[in-house]
C-alpha cells in the first residue's frame, strides 16, 4: 500500500495475537521490570490481582502485526504518537486485536516522495473491551512514477 | 521514593545504556519488523542510510533504567503518555541517557494511597543530542502512614 492507497475513514482490523505469561515476563524481565509485570505473587497482591502486560509490549505488538498483514508496507518511518491511553490490563490469556482508522492524510510538502498517514489505533481484547488506544503518524512512501 | 518526594523541577539523569546491532534486530524481528529495524542491507539503501533501533525498543529501555535505578519503586501504573517525538535515529554503538523532569504532580482525589506525577522524559546520545522525548503521567504510591 503506497500513500495514494490510504483514504480517510478507510479500517483496518489485524489478526490477533494470545498474550502469554512467558511472553509477558519475557518482555517484562527486560524492558519493564515493576513487580505486577514480572512476579505473580507480588502482582497478584496488587491493586490489578494478577499479571498484566506491560503497556511497552502492547504498543509495539501493534507494529509487528501491522507490518505481518502490509498495512504499513511502505512504512519510512514515524515521527511521533500522540494521547496514547492504557484504560484496561492486558492479561495471559487475553487476545488481541488492533482496529485502525484512517484519520488523514497529508503529501509532503519538501519531499515528493512519501507522505503523512494519521491513523487512531485501538487494541480491542476477546471480549470487545477497548484496552488501548493511541493517534500516530506514519511515514509511508508515495507510488513511484512509471 | 513515595509520590510526596516528587517535586516540580526535580530532575533525574538515568545511567547509560548502548545499543547493539543484535540486541536492536532481536527487538525488532519480534515487534517491529521494518527492513530497516532487521535487515543490514535493506537499511544501508534506506532513507536512514544504515540500520536502526525501533522506537518502541528506545521507549521501553527507559522504563528499564528507571525501574532499575529506582526512580519510579512505588510506581503503580500508568494511565498514558503524550507528545512521543521520535527526533533522531539510534543506532548500533549509540549510548542513550534518559534524562527526566517532574513537570506537575497531583494526589488523587478518589484514592488516598496514591497521585499522579507527570515526567517529561528526554532521551539523549553520547553527541548530547536528544533522540527522543515524551510527557508520561505515572502513578506513584502515596506515603503509608505511620
Redesign the interface.
Known amino acids: 500500500m503506497y500513500f495514494e492507497e490510504y483514504k480517510v475513514g478507510d479500517k483496518f482490523r489485524s489478526s490477533g495475537v494470545t498474550f502469554t505469561e512467558s511472553g509477558i515476563i519475557d518482555f517484562a524481565i ?5 513487580p ?1 509485570h514480572i512476579d505473580v505473587e507480588e502482582a497478584a497482591k ?3 490481582k494478577g499479571l498484566i502486560a ?4 502492547t ?3 501493534a ?2 502485526m501491522y ?2 498483514e502490509g498495512f ?1 508496507k511502505q ?12 484504560l484496561k490490563p492486558v492479561r495471559p490469556g487475553d487476545t488481541l486485536h488492533i482496529e485502525s482508522e484512517v484519520l488523514g492524510t497529508k503529501a509532503s510538502s519538501s519531499r515528493n516522495d512519501r507522505g503523512y498517514v494519521d491513523i487512531f489505533c485501538s487494541w480491542v481484547n476477546q471480549r470487545d473491551e477497548v484496552v488501548m488506544t493511541v493517534r500516530l503518524t506514519q511515514i509511508i512512501r508515495r507510488r513511484p512514477p512509471k
Do not use: N, T
Not at 506491560?54 to 509490549?57: E, L, R, T, V
Not at 512504512?75 to 492504557?86: A, I, K, Q, T, V
Open positions: 527486560k524492558y519493564d521490570p515493576q505486577f496488587s491493586q490489578y506491560s503497556g511497552f509490549q504498543l509495539a505488538l507494529f509487528r507490518i505481518q504499513i512504512g519510512m518511518g514515524s515521527p511521533g504518537m500522540d494521547e496514547l491511553r492504557w
